[in-house]
Each structure stands twice: as C-alpha cells, then as structure tokens.
C-alpha cells in the first residue's frame, strides 16, 4: 500500500501546482474514518481509496479527484457525512465523493430491475461530473483485482457480470481501452475459469515465437521508416484471453449464420 508521501510524490510527478496538504488531509481522514473496517481478505480497509487514488494517479488525474479516490467510500460506509467532506475539503471534493456514493446506491437499488444499457445510461444521466464516473471505474477495477477474496461464489458472478455489462462498456466508451481489457479479462476469469485457463495456456506456449515475430517484423518497420527518414517507435500490444475468447465466439457466429444461409439457398435449388 502506497504511503502518503509516496502519493503525494507521485502526483506531484506530473502535476506541479499540487496542495500537498490537501492530499495528506485526505489520506489521514480516511485512515481514520476506516480504522475498524475489514476487507474481505482481512486486510484494513484503507489499502481499498488508497489503490484506488493509486489508480487515478495512474490515469495523472487532478488532486480534487485523487483526494476524492481516497474518500470515496466515506459516506456510504462510515458515520461521514456530506458537510463534513463540504467543511474539511471543499464543495468541490464532497460533490464528487456524493456522486460516487449515488452511483452505489443505484447499484443498490436498480440492478436487478434494469437492463445493463438503461442502468449504463443512468449512471451517465446522473453523474454531472465525468470525474464522478473516473472515481467509480477506479473503484470497481481495484475490487474486481481482489475479487479471489470475496468467499461468496455468488456474490463474485454477480459483481464480474455487473463489470462485464456495465463497467467495462462505460471504460470503452470513456476511451480507456486498457482499464477497459483489464476489467473485461478479470470478469471473465469469474464467469469462465475453464475458457480462460485454455487460452492462457496457449498463450504461455507461443510467447516465445510471438516474441521473435514481433521483433522481426517491427525491425523490418523500423528499418523502412529510417531509410525515409521518419523517426517513430514500435509498440506491441497483446491481446487479453477475453478478447482472442470474443474474437473466436464472433467468427463462429459467422460461420454458423453462413452456414445456415447457404444451407437455405440450397434448398431453393
């Protein structure tokens, strides 16, 4: 679990007109607030805003919004209140931390009762801020890391599903296609283990080939672009067992709908 020092130091790694006390304030507030809270690994509440502000700096988010991940679960879970976030930190920090509240009471609430595209387009209805909706992401993707430690089998479908329907969509459509593979791939890990491990399996057993391909097609790229002098480098990006798992379920779809198209023809005939 980051320290406080080492937050505030790594905001300030690319935001230079940080208030460090502001953050510091924060950070203090909810080790406080949470002092008697349990994870369900039993490990003190706290490492949960902390991972999730550690998430939002990972994204070089703004201190409103990093103080906002470490408070976000102050309201719903402890004795804190909107003016008291208001009084200690600001109108600003207490919307945001009241919004990411409201889209857990909607969870609460809508879930079973709504389709995932309605829920989807009610959290976006009803956060004013975009920021409320970033805390909200961050949160759902530290919980779906650690979801190995909740012991309800149930409850671990029933939050993997809600990701896959709801959390992961609003990522894609946010832009934020790597926290996007991310929350798909740790769903689908809980919604098909078996699937998962195959894939991941073969994976393990080409890295190597796929490794030497890259580099040889990529100095190949590298070679042309120099001899024209443009100067770029060659990233690779491996695709998740989620999405090579979606890629085969959506071509045997096309398959089948052929299949069943030139079957019809031919009975024409």
Request: net charge positive; aromatic share 8%.
């Amino acid at each position: 679990m980051l320290k406080s020092e080492e937050l505030i130091n790594k905001v300030k790694s690319y935001n230079k007109f940080l208030n460090p006390e502001t953050l510091s304030k924060a950070y203090e507030f909810a080790l406080k607030a949470h002092v008697k809270q349990k994870r369900d690994e039993g490990a003190p509440y706290i490492i949960h805003p902390v991972a999730v502000a550690d998430i939002l700096s990972d994204l070089k988010l703004d201190s409103a919004t990093i103080a906002t991940g470490l408070l976000h679960d102050t309201i719903e879970d402890t004795h804190t209140t909107y003016n008291t976030i208001k009084e200690e930190f600001g109108q600003e920090v207490a919307d945001l931390v009241e919004g990411v509240t409201k889209i857990s009471e909607l969870e609460n609430q809508a879930i079973h009762n709504s389709k995932a595209e309605n829920f989807r387009k009610l959290i976006l209805a009803t956060s004013k801020d975009i920021r409320v909706l970033l805390v909200k992401i961050a949160d759902r993707l530290h919980n779906m890391r650690t979801i190995k430690f909740v012991k309800d089998a149930n409850k671990q479908i029933r939050i993997a599903t809600e990701t896959m329907e709801i959390y992961a969509p609003l990522a894609d459509r946010m832009g934020m296609n790597r926290i996007r593979d991310e929350l798909e791939d740790l769903s689908f890990q809980v919604l098909n283990t078996e699937a998962r491990e195959l894939i991941k399996k073969r994976l393990d057993e080409i890295k190597e080939d796929r490794s030497s391909s890259f580099k040889t097609i990529s100095f190949k790229f590298s070679d042309l672009l120099n001899q024209n002098n443009l100067n770029a480098q060659i990233f690779g990006r491996e695709k998740t067992p989620f999405s090579i798992w979606r890629k085969v379920q959506k071509k045997k779809s096309i398959i089948r709908t052929n299949y069943r198209y030139y079957g019809l023809q031919n009975n024409f005939r």
